[in-house]
T-cell receptor, first 113, second 113 residues
Framework: DAGVTQSPTHLIKTRGQQVTLRCSPK?????VSWYQQALGQGPQFIFQ???????QRGNFPDRFSGHQFPNYSSELNVNALLLGDSALYLC????????????FGDGTRLSIL | AQSVAQPEDQVNVAEGNPLTVKCTYS??????LFWYVQYPNRGLQFLLK??????LVKGSYGFEAEFNKSQTSFHLKKPSALVSDSALYFC???????????FGKGTRLHILP
């Protein structure tokens, strides 16, 4: 039973570029949440997708956008990259919008030069 | 707005001794509380949760946590620490009327042999 998988594991971009990160949820899960974890900090909630729609959003600018596909996989897109976007981006999946714990992938390490 | 505080950046405990990692929270509604652990270069792993019911919650790897409503705390505990427990621990809270989960900044636990 595969857990949450994220790709790529590492990525290096320059300021102003755009990036797409991908996430496949754990089998049986239909809800995907994205988090940004800066060095030495806890994960910060970006947004959550359920039934292919953005259900809730954290305090992130519109440069951060996402998508969920019919197979429940998800993408996180970031436009006009800034140095401050350098972080570990974590995807978490769960079943429904409920109190079930989220299962996390190992993340994508994004470095902006 | 909901928030989580982990007052200790680092906790050092000798192997075999009991350990406590502190967490306090603030929510407007009923709190749903979680503890996660993160090992280097990995995502977060779920340890335990409190939704309702008994104030003492038992979780994975011998960890437990005590919910204290009057003190708005949810401290993580283990009776006898192992060197392998050394990792970064995150407390998280979800307000009952909200979907997003807010994480604390994390506490680094060092178990000394």
């Amino acid at each position: 039973d595969a857990g949450v998988t994220q790709s790529p594991t590492h990525l290096i971009k320059t300021r102003g570029q755009q990036v797409t990160l991908r996430c496949s949820p754990k089998s049986g899960h239909d809800t995907v949440s994205w988090y940004q974890q800066a060095l030495g900090q806890g994960p910060q909630f970006i947004f959550q997708y359920y039934e292919e729609e953005e259900r809730q959003r954290g305090n992130f600018p519109d440069r951060f956008s996402g998508h969920q596909f019919p197979n429940y996989s998800s993408e996180l897109n970031v436009n006009a990259l800034l140095l401050g976007d350098s972080a570990l981006y974590l995807c978490a999946s769960s079943f429904g919008v409920s109190n079930q714990p989220q299962h996390f992938g190992d993340g994508t390490r994004l470095s902006i030069l | 707005a909901q928030s989580v505080a982990q007052p200790e950046d680092q906790v050092n405990v000798a192997e075999g001794n009991p350990l406590t990692v502190k967490c306090t929270y603030s929510v407007s509604g009923n709190p749903y509380l979680f503890w996660y652990v993160q090992y280097p270069n990995r995502g977060l792993q779920f340890l335990l949760k409190y939704i309702t019911g008994d104030n003492l919650v038992k979780g994975s790897y011998g960890f437990e946590a005590e919910f204290n409503k009057s003190q708005t705390s949810f401290h993580l505990k283990k009776p006898s620490a192992l060197v392998s427990d050394s990792a970064l621990y995150f407390c998280a809270v979800r307000d009952g009327g909200d979907d997003k989960i807010i994480f604390g900044k994390g506490t680094r636990l060092h178990i000394l042999p």
